[in-house]
């Protein structure tokens, strides 16, 4: 599983990292940073924090 994030679409509303804290997660400058590739055991929560997303920013490939 990959994840992509929009930049241009995030504004860290973090509703990520509520669902899915093992793979989002907002930095020290209040920057989203993500596991590209996170393990299988982690795809239902990144599934439903990409349904999740208000601006849709999240992508599974």
């Given amino acids: 599983m990959q994840v992509r994030v929009d ?3 995030c504004r ?5 990292v509520f669902t899915a804290p093992d793979v989002f997660e907002i930095d020290g400058d209040d920057a989203l940073v993500y596991l590209a590739e996170p ?10 924090a990409a349904r999740a997303c208000p601006l849709q920013a999240i992508s599974l490939e």
């Fill in 12 to 16: 860290v509303l973090a509703q990520c």
């Fill in 7 to 9: 930049r241009a679409a």
């Fill in 39 to 48: 393990p299988e055991e982690f795809r239902d929560d990144v599934e439903q």
